[in-house]
């Protein structure tokens, strides 16, 4: 059985691989049929890389997202993540790598409504033992300035709007400084405007270091990021860079 | 046509998860037939006023109840003489007793039935008229009339074959006193209560001019226009008034309420005793059928969160706000009315039951009240129908108020956590607390119940029961008259009667011993407070009380008791000037520790002029009374009841062989000693010692019955409402795991939040049990251990059950996969 390490705690050069993907596949099973909702899969993203996953809706980016960020196994194949087999992880060391090193942005923001917008930022930071209540404090403040939701810290979500919830999600997923933030469909949910300001933020992480992976359907978006793979079927058809200049590290 | 629609699809939804529709309507069948049939129960027995044709409720005036000797108390035959003519609040008012009758002049042919000894006036005052002949007149009462009867139709048809021409015969009373029957009343007729036949009170009773120690019941009806509580008032003026007059005369009759006179329906007057148990099992039932529409509409609403898209999508066409609610109504309004249906199948099975209990319990001495027959009536079925409407509306509005207030764009838009919103999460936590709490309350009660009955069917009365025959002899008056000149002598030749059939017994191979008690070790208990000599307390209530018996010589050992020390009663005692008294060990340990009771002297302590008695024996302890009822004791003092003469005896005979064997030797003695004697309520000791409970453990199979209903809606509603909370936060957990919660973490977060609602619903549900509790415990004595089971084991239940419903529903999302979790719907 692997025994995880943190995959930050070897200093790795900004253009070392961060996930790795080797034949992953991923079935369902429902009564008797099977679907083949990914196959063959393999992808390497490295560290302080902007990618955009796109294709038509059932294609299987949104499972191939949720297997990244480790919400999901795969029925085959390897994936290694910051060097680490992350087949074999037990429960318990997946929970710990999503809490500590990737950061989640889902296209229904996924806020917790009895929670107020700073307590729902530091929800993730209570998972972890290693950090005093003035730590964490400090850290929620510090991803409500970055996303400018501090004024909101009180509020509840169904006080927000749509544009304002994304911002308070983008916060709670960058409030532990993760290694990875993984964003579904970040602005499927909001107007222009708001998803613009959203994926502002999302430039910034990145220009500020940030390993960053999105599926996304809107062309726009998509060529925000550094590269771009398409999925069809399950599989990845294309893989392509735009034109963005590589990340700076901070 | 849309309600056609709505109606179809309601139909369709129930028709479409029969599972679902079966258990809905069962928990609506078993919560409203138990309202049925309990507010039938208690209707009949309780709450229905008393009344006849003119249908004004009739009420019992008579002194406070006597709990320790658990007895309803008469009154001065003068205070409700002169009560009738100085208050215009009572429009017409009677007075009667109580007491047994022998009808027949030989041991073949003597009856003994329960009479009544009325005022002529209660024959009007009831309106009912005779079947044969005529009910009893003025004239009957006065001095050196012709001595008359009426009887009634069951013991018309019984021992006199339903002769048509009984009015005008004479029949010998009380072994020989001719007596006139003059009618028979109708069939079902027993007023005021249980009689069986009707005599005259003397003129004196009904008429008095003096305030002589005769005491009567009464039994009244109001004037138009006046109400119970004005009565009341009146009657407190009245008792004031009467004690300020006479003071000491009446003291004893006086309860802890300070008051003399009291009035109420003469219904309650009857169960006195039993009211704080019915009003107990009223409040269960009623929580259980609380409990019932928790669950349904937990149910419903478990459903409406399942249907939510398709609720939004709706309120996205459009629909009306009232059309949503009906929409929501009908399944409930499905689901009541069928289960409605069934409820009245389920409450008249159990009335038919119940009746035939009633029937059973009172069979020997046919003590039942005349209105102790329940049945579902117009009111009933009211009561049913108020229920139901009252049922669909809160088992329909829970679901309708969910789909009013949900956020339904969020709904459209993913159907996320946030849709849930706040209202609906502490609409869940109140249902877990609402569940908690009733089941609490309800199994609390059922338990506590049913163990002490249990325990005191089974408890150890200090006496040996098997192979032991009991019954109740009575002498024939006539026979054995107590003359002023030969009073003494007089009461020693009853006493001889005993002896002389005790030895006639014994003579015979299939007996062992004879015992002779006022009481037998098991019923009874009456209390009275005593004084040691030397230990006197100053106030009476500071006393230790006893019951008291009295005892032939040589009666231990047939009980299987013993003599522990001292003597047993001898020839001595019988001597005109002995004061002679046994006590049992309790007593001894208890105030003579040196072991020195005997040759010490005790007294009734209400009375300072009181006799005092010389301890010459103690005996080993036994129990008088049911081990349920207050009035019962451990102390016990017995008398010789040689001097006394009494009249009527207990006996316990100890046989070999059958019990049928041991029953005839019993009567053949009695015809050899004296056939004028009357032989009652043979029965065994077992049964003998059920008797006291008998009713008691008659409710508290009602009680099992709600025990095991609570237990079944309570662990069912329990899991469904905590399953239900669960499944609402499948993605919250989703949430959680997504960033970064350990799965113990979660479980422990809900394990938590489930250990708050269980303490809160847990504090609030032992509070009112305790109080509940509280209320019955009045009148009964609850066993230790059914205090332990009840209110440490049922709490205990109760959490493992709620930790239980959260665990295995908690533990199965947490078993998703994150992303399935956060993409359940």
């Given at each position: 059985?692997?025994?995880?390490?943190?995959?930050?705690?070897?200093?790795?050069?900004?253009?070392?691989?961060?996930?790795?993907?080797?034949?992953?596949?991923?079935?369902?099973?429902?009564?008797?049929?099977?679907?083949?909702?990914?196959?063959?899969?393999?992808?390497?993203?490295?560290?302080?890389?902007?990618?955009?996953?796109?294709?038509?809706?059932?294609?299987?980016?949104?499972?191939?997202?949720?297997?990244?960020?480790?919400?999901?196994?795969?029925?085959?194949?390897?994936?290694?993540?910051?060097?680490?087999?992350?087949?074999?992880?037990?429960?318990?060391?997946?929970?710990?790598?999503?809490?500590?090193?990737?950061?989640?942005?889902?296209?229904?923001?996924?806020?917790?409504?009895?929670?107020?917008?700073?307590?729902?930022?530091?929800?993730?930071?209570?998972?972890?033992?290693?950090?005093s209540k003035a730590d964490r404090k400090k850290m929620v403040d510090d991803a409500l300035e970055k996303v400018d939701m501090l004024h909101r810290a009180n509020h509840f979500p169904s006080q927000l709007s749509g544009g304002q919830q994304q911002r308070v999600a983008v916060a709670r997923a960058i409030s532990g400084k993760p290694s990875l933030i993984l964003a579904d469909e970040p602005t499927g949910n909001l107007d222009s405007k708001n998803a613009q300001s959203v994926m502002s933020l999302l430039d910034d992480l990145h220009e500020q270091g940030a390993t960053i992976c999105m599926v996304t359907h809107d062309p726009k978006s998509a060529a925000r990021a550094q590269r771009t793979i398409e999925v069809f079927d399950g599989k990845i058809v294309a893989d392509r860079s735009t034109d963005k200049a590589p990340a700076i590290a901070v | 046509m849309s309600l056609s629609i709505d109606i179809k699809y309601a139909a369709r939804l129930l028709s479409k998860k029969p599972g679902f529709t079966a258990l809905t309507v069962s928990i609506v069948a078993v919560g409203l037939g138990l309202t049925l049939y309990t507010f039938s129960l208690l209707n009949g027995l309780l709450f229905k006023p008393l009344s006849f044709a003119d249908n004004k409720p009739i009420y019992a005036i008579e002194s406070p109840y006597d709990h320790t000797h658990l007895a309803r108390r008469e009154i001065m035959a003068i205070d409700i003489y002169n009560l009738k003519k100085d208050t215009s609040l009572i429009a017409d008012i009677g007075v009667y007793q109580e007491g047994t009758t022998f009808v027949g002049g030989t041991n073949d042919g003597l009856r003994k039935y329960n009479s009544s000894y009325v005022s002529a006036n209660m024959f009007g005052f009831t309106g009912v008229q005779a079947l044969h002949g005529r009910g009893l007149l003025p004239e009957d009462h006065l001095e050196g009339a012709e001595q008359v009867i009426v009887l009634g139709y069951d013991m018309w048809q019984s021992y006199f074959n339903g002769d048509p021409d009984i009015v005008g015969t004479i029949v010998p009373i009380d072994g020989s006193e001719p007596t006139r029957v003059v009618g028979v009343m109708p069939q079902g007729f027993a007023f005021p209560s249980i009689a069986e036949i009707w005599q005259p009170l003397p003129n004196s009773v009904v008429n008095p001019t003096t305030r002589e120690r005769s005491f009567v019941f009464a039994f009244a009806k109001l004037a138009d226009g006046v109400s119970l509580s004005q009565a009341r008032l009146a009657l407190d003026a009245k008792s004031k008034e009467i004690e300020a007059d006479v003071g000491d005369d009446i003291t004893w009759l006086i309860g802890p309420s300070g008051k003399y006179l009291t009035i109420e329906p003469m219904k309650k007057a009857n169960i006195t005793q039993y009211y704080g148990m019915f009003i107990a099992l009223l409040v269960v039932v009623f929580l259980i059928l609380v409990l019932a529409c928790i669950n349904?509409?937990?149910?419903?609403?478990?459903?409406?969160?399942?249907?939510?898209?398709?609720?939004?999508?709706?309120?996205?066409?459009?629909?009306?706000?009232?059309?949503?609610?009906?929409?929501?109504?009908?399944?409930?309004?499905?689901?009541?009315?069928?289960?409605?249906?069934?409820?009245?199948?389920?409450?008249?099975?159990?009335?038919?039951?119940?009746?035939?209990?009633?029937?059973?319990?009172?069979?020997?001495?046919?003590?039942?009240?005349?209105?102790?027959?329940?049945?579902?009536?117009?009111?009933?079925?009211?009561?049913?129908?108020?229920?139901?409407?009252?049922?669909?509306?809160?088992?329909g509005l829970m679901p309708a108020w969910r789909a009013l207030t949900g956020d339904f764009n969020a709904v459209l838009r993913d159907g996320t956590r946030g849709a849930l919103g706040k209202k609906a999460a502490k609409t869940t936590k109140v249902l877990v607390i609402s569940e908690i709490l009733l089941s609490c309350v309800v199994l609390i009660m059922a338990t506590v119940l049913l163990v002490s009955s249990y325990n005191a069917g089974n408890a150890d009365y200090g006496i040996e029961t098997e192979n032991r025959l009991t019954a109740q002899l009575q002498l024939a008056p006539s026979n054995y008259p107590i003359r002023p000149d030969t009073e003494h002598e007089d009461r020693l030749a009853r006493s001889k009667f005993y002896y002389d059939l005790k030895a006639e017994l014994e003579s015979r191979d299939n007996i062992i011993d004879v015992a002779y008690m006022s009481q037998l070790p098991g019923t009874g208990g009456g209390t009275s407070y005593f004084v040691i000599e030397g230990q006197e307390k100053e106030v009476i209530e500071e006393n230790p009380f006893s019951n008291n018996e009295g005892a032939a010589t040589d009666s231990w050992d047939a009980l299987g008791m013993q003599i522990i020390q001292g003597r047993d009663f001898d020839y001595r005692d019988a001597n005109q000037d002995a004061r002679s008294i046994i006590v049992n060990e309790s007593i001894s340990k208890d105030f003579f520790p040196n072991g020195d009771a005997i040759g010490k002297r005790v007294r009734r302590a209400n009375r300072d002029d009181a006799e005092w008695y010389t301890i010459v024996g103690v005996v080993s302890d036994t129990y008088h009374g049911s081990t349920m009822e207050f009035s019962s004791a451990a102390y016990n003092t017995y008398h010789s009841m040689d001097n006394a003469g009494m009249f009527r005896t207990m006996t316990a005979i100890h046989y070999t062989g059958s019990e049928a064997q041991a029953r005839q030797s019993l009567f053949d003695a009695v015809n050899t000693v004296d056939p004028d004697v009357g032989i009652f309520h043979v029965q065994s000791y077992d049964a003998l010692i059920a008797k006291p409970i008998l009713l008691i453990a008659a409710v508290s199979k009602i009680f099992l019955i709600c025990g095991v209903v609570a237990a079944f809606l309570a662990a069912s509603g329990i899991y469904a409402v905590a399953a239900n909370s669960v499944q609402q936060r499948t993605q919250e957990i989703g949430i959680r795991r997504a960033l970064g919660s350990p799965d113990k973490g979660i479980i422990r977060l809900f394990m938590g939040q489930a250990t708050w609602q269980l303490l809160v619903g847990l504090s609030i549900g032992l509070a009112m049990s305790i109080w509940l509790i509280s209320i019955m415990s009045s009148t009964m004595i609850f066993s230790q251990l059914s205090y332990i089971i009840g209110l440490a084991g049922m709490p205990l239940l109760i959490a493992a059950m709620v930790l239980i419903a959260t665990f295995i529903p908690t533990k199965k999302v947490v078993k998703m996969e994150p992303s399935n979790a956060l993409h359940h719907n």
């Amino acid at each position: 059985m692997t025994t995880h390490t943190d995959i930050n705690e070897k200093e790795s050069p900004m253009n070392a691989s961060l996930v790795k993907l080797s034949n992953i596949k991923k079935v369902f099973y429902t009564d008797d049929v099977e679907t083949h909702a990914l196959n063959e899969i393999n992808l390497e993203i490295k560290k302080g890389e902007f990618l955009s996953i796109t294709g038509p809706s059932g294609c299987g980016k949104s499972t191939l997202l949720s297997l990244l960020g480790l919400l999901d196994t795969s029925t085959g194949g390897k994936y290694e993540l910051a060097g680490h087999d992350a087949v074999e992880l037990n429960r318990d060391e997946r929970a710990r790598i999503r809490n500590k090193e990737i950061g989640f942005v889902f296209q229904a923001f996924n806020l917790i409504s009895d929670m107020s917008v700073a307590e729902n930022v530091e929800l993730p930071l209570t998972y972890r033992s290693d950090l005093s209540k003035a730590d964490r404090k400090k850290m929620v403040d510090d991803a409500l300035e970055k996303v400018d939701m501090l004024h909101r810290a009180n509020h509840f979500p169904s006080q927000l709007s749509g544009g304002q919830q994304q911002r308070v999600a983008v916060a709670r997923a960058i409030s532990g400084k993760p290694s990875l933030i993984l964003a579904d469909e970040p602005t499927g949910n909001l107007d222009s405007k708001n998803a613009q300001s959203v994926m502002s933020l999302l430039d910034d992480l990145h220009e500020q270091g940030a390993t960053i992976c999105m599926v996304t359907h809107d062309p726009k978006s998509a060529a925000r990021a550094q590269r771009t793979i398409e999925v069809f079927d399950g599989k990845i058809v294309a893989d392509r860079s735009t034109d963005k200049a590589p990340a700076i590290a901070v | 046509m849309s309600l056609s629609i709505d109606i179809k699809y309601a139909a369709r939804l129930l028709s479409k998860k029969p599972g679902f529709t079966a258990l809905t309507v069962s928990i609506v069948a078993v919560g409203l037939g138990l309202t049925l049939y309990t507010f039938s129960l208690l209707n009949g027995l309780l709450f229905k006023p008393l009344s006849f044709a003119d249908n004004k409720p009739i009420y019992a005036i008579e002194s406070p109840y006597d709990h320790t000797h658990l007895a309803r108390r008469e009154i001065m035959a003068i205070d409700i003489y002169n009560l009738k003519k100085d208050t215009s609040l009572i429009a017409d008012i009677g007075v009667y007793q109580e007491g047994t009758t022998f009808v027949g002049g030989t041991n073949d042919g003597l009856r003994k039935y329960n009479s009544s000894y009325v005022s002529a006036n209660m024959f009007g005052f009831t309106g009912v008229q005779a079947l044969h002949g005529r009910g009893l007149l003025p004239e009957d009462h006065l001095e050196g009339a012709e001595q008359v009867i009426v009887l009634g139709y069951d013991m018309w048809q019984s021992y006199f074959n339903g002769d048509p021409d009984i009015v005008g015969t004479i029949v010998p009373i009380d072994g020989s006193e001719p007596t006139r029957v003059v009618g028979v009343m109708p069939q079902g007729f027993a007023f005021p209560s249980i009689a069986e036949i009707w005599q005259p009170l003397p003129n004196s009773v009904v008429n008095p001019t003096t305030r002589e120690r005769s005491f009567v019941f009464a039994f009244a009806k109001l004037a138009d226009g006046v109400s119970l509580s004005q009565a009341r008032l009146a009657l407190d003026a009245k008792s004031k008034e009467i004690e300020a007059d006479v003071g000491d005369d009446i003291t004893w009759l006086i309860g802890p309420s300070g008051k003399y006179l009291t009035i109420e329906p003469m219904k309650k007057a009857n169960i006195t005793q039993y009211y704080g148990m019915f009003i107990a099992l009223l409040v269960v039932v009623f929580l259980i059928l609380v409990l019932a529409c928790i669950n349904v509409g937990n149910l419903l609403l478990a459903r409406v969160n399942e249907r939510i898209k398709e609720v939004a999508i709706r309120v996205a066409l459009g629909v009306p706000k009232q059309r949503l609610i009906l929409q929501m109504l009908w399944e409930s309004i499905f689901i009541c009315l069928l289960g409605g249906f069934l409820a009245v199948l389920l409450a008249g099975w159990g009335l038919e039951i119940t009746n035939q209990v009633f029937d059973n319990t009172y069979e020997v001495d046919n003590l039942k009240p005349f209105w102790w027959h329940v049945s579902l009536d117009s009111q009933a079925l009211l009561v049913l129908a108020l229920t139901i409407v009252g049922m669909i509306l809160v088992t329909g509005l829970m679901p309708a108020w969910r789909a009013l207030t949900g956020d339904f764009n969020a709904v459209l838009r993913d159907g996320t956590r946030g849709a849930l919103g706040k209202k609906a999460a502490k609409t869940t936590k109140v249902l877990v607390i609402s569940e908690i709490l009733l089941s609490c309350v309800v199994l609390i009660m059922a338990t506590v119940l049913l163990v002490s009955s249990y325990n005191a069917g089974n408890a150890d009365y200090g006496i040996e029961t098997e192979n032991r025959l009991t019954a109740q002899l009575q002498l024939a008056p006539s026979n054995y008259p107590i003359r002023p000149d030969t009073e003494h002598e007089d009461r020693l030749a009853r006493s001889k009667f005993y002896y002389d059939l005790k030895a006639e017994l014994e003579s015979r191979d299939n007996i062992i011993d004879v015992a002779y008690m006022s009481q037998l070790p098991g019923t009874g208990g009456g209390t009275s407070y005593f004084v040691i000599e030397g230990q006197e307390k100053e106030v009476i209530e500071e006393n230790p009380f006893s019951n008291n018996e009295g005892a032939a010589t040589d009666s231990w050992d047939a009980l299987g008791m013993q003599i522990i020390q001292g003597r047993d009663f001898d020839y001595r005692d019988a001597n005109q000037d002995a004061r002679s008294i046994i006590v049992n060990e309790s007593i001894s340990k208890d105030f003579f520790p040196n072991g020195d009771a005997i040759g010490k002297r005790v007294r009734r302590a209400n009375r300072d002029d009181a006799e005092w008695y010389t301890i010459v024996g103690v005996v080993s302890d036994t129990y008088h009374g049911s081990t349920m009822e207050f009035s019962s004791a451990a102390y016990n003092t017995y008398h010789s009841m040689d001097n006394a003469g009494m009249f009527r005896t207990m006996t316990a005979i100890h046989y070999t062989g059958s019990e049928a064997q041991a029953r005839q030797s019993l009567f053949d003695a009695v015809n050899t000693v004296d056939p004028d004697v009357g032989i009652f309520h043979v029965q065994s000791y077992d049964a003998l010692i059920a008797k006291p409970i008998l009713l008691i453990a008659a409710v508290s199979k009602i009680f099992l019955i709600c025990g095991v209903v609570a237990a079944f809606l309570a662990a069912s509603g329990i899991y469904a409402v905590a399953a239900n909370s669960v499944q609402q936060r499948t993605q919250e957990i989703g949430i959680r795991r997504a960033l970064g919660s350990p799965d113990k973490g979660i479980i422990r977060l809900f394990m938590g939040q489930a250990t708050w609602q269980l303490l809160v619903g847990l504090s609030i549900g032992l509070a009112m049990s305790i109080w509940l509790i509280s209320i019955m415990s009045s009148t009964m004595i609850f066993s230790q251990l059914s205090y332990i089971i009840g209110l440490a084991g049922m709490p205990l239940l109760i959490a493992a059950m709620v930790l239980i419903a959260t665990f295995i529903p908690t533990k199965k999302v947490v078993k998703m996969e994150p992303s399935n979790a956060l993409h359940h719907n």
